[in-house]
């Protein structure tokens, strides 16, 4: 079963129940509010890749009430839940999307990990093309490529350099700056390494 057929199935189901808390709704407040005070900007347009039920939307609508917030997401049982929070939900995979228009923030998080590397290259353009300004990546962090076994299977989750490649891929991206959530930190995480990018002609605005 690929990465897409995985995730829309029983197994991104069972996704949904483990990560629906008020725990983590409190851990990602905070991460986000860290992540987007370096902007020094209230954005109007958000774009997640991978939105599951939509707990980091409704993190960053707390900080942002008056932005307007889109989705993509592939699991069905998921869009249920993310239209009733997020303005605009695409239900189709994140390669499969087709930006029709631009977005100050596109971001990710915990997502880019179960892509098949072969699909990086796609995703990742969808990520660049629909962002006006800036791109958001919370992702597991390793300097090489390395495949993991997640809850007993296997090619369905990949640990790399998710940033040092778009940052390659794309000369006009910068990075602004990057941090790592522990797992054992007074708003738990996920260790994640986040990295936010700002396309090089913005940098002044």
Not at 159 to 164: H, M, S, T, V
Not at 179 to 191: A, E, I, K, L
């Amino acid at each position: 079963m690929d990465q897409r057929s995985f995730w829309a199935s029983e197994f991104g189901n069972e996704y949904i129940d483990r990560n629906n808390s008020e725990e983590l709704m409190a851990s990602n407040l905070a991460l986000f509010s860290r992540i987007m005070r370096l902007t020094n900007e209230t954005p109007s347009q958000f774009l997640e890749f991978g939105a599951n039920i939509g707990m980091n939307v409704k993190a960053l609508k707390l900080l942002y009430p008056g932005s307007v917030f889109s989705s993509v997401e592939i699991n069905a049982e998921a869009c249920k839940k993310l239209r009733e929070i997020s303005d605009v939900t695409f239900e189709c995979s994140i390669e499969e999307f087709v930006p029709q228009k631009t977005y100050e923030v596109v971001f990710s998080k915990g997502v880019l990990i179960h892509i098949a590397p072969e699909n990086l290259p796609i995703v990742y353009e969808n990520m660049y093309k629909s962002s006006s300004k800036w791109i958001l990546l919370v992702e597991y962090y390793n300097p090489t490529a390395v495949g993991i076994d997640y809850r007993g299977h296997k090619d369905k989750l990949f640990k790399r350099d998710f940033a040092g490649e778009m940052l390659d891929k794309y000369p006009d991206l910068e990075l602004v700056d990057y941090g790592f959530t522990y797992h054992r930190g007074s708003f738990p995480q996920d260790d994640n390494t986040w990295f936010l990018l700002k396309k090089r002609g913005q940098l002044n605005d």
